[in-house]
């Protein structure tokens, strides 16, 4: 397989940035707020915690900052248009919880909105905010999970129910097929005699 060797520059490496979006909430001033996020992924796994990273222009930062608890909703394919409008304006000058017509509820923190019609929502307590230059890259533990219970299967979260979808090439991705279950297809690997 030839290779072309690619420039670094002011983008992310190519498919680094392959995750799942995110809309980010906190209450600034006396009212939620939420940013869309595609820079976020799994930090920990015990204590479970999460990490974002956002520019230090972002309106929602300053609610994140002020209460250091914030909310991590992940919007299905239904919520494209949504979504996608919480990047592009800012909550300063747009209410987008009305824009959008979310539905806001709140689990035991009243700092950390939470969307009812995004599938899963997490509540995190910030753990730490490190500058990175371009971003802020805020790290979080998560507090309390919220599942849509028709987005369950055996009472676990389902993926295929969740549908939520990627950025990733400046593209919107719906998430793909069934491949494989983790810590299972690779065993069928027979090792080499040496």
Known sequence: MAKIQMEIGQEPPILLTLN?????????????DFVTVAAIGAAASNPPALATALQPHRYSLQGIRQNMVFSVNIPSVNLLRETDYCGIVSGAKRDKVKDCSFRVFYGKSDKAPLIEQCPVNHVCEVIEILNLTSHLFVIGKIVETFVSKECLTDGRPDVSKIRPFLFGSRKYLAC??????????GLDIKPSAT
Do not use: H, T
């Not at 799942?20 to 939620?32: D, K, W, Y």
């Not at 793909?176 to 297809?185: A, L, Q, R, S």
């Open 20 to 32: 799942p979006v995110a809309l980010v909430g906190s209450i600034v001033e006396g009212r939620p």
């Open 176 to 185: 793909g097929d069934f491949v494989g279950e983790p810590f299972k297809i």
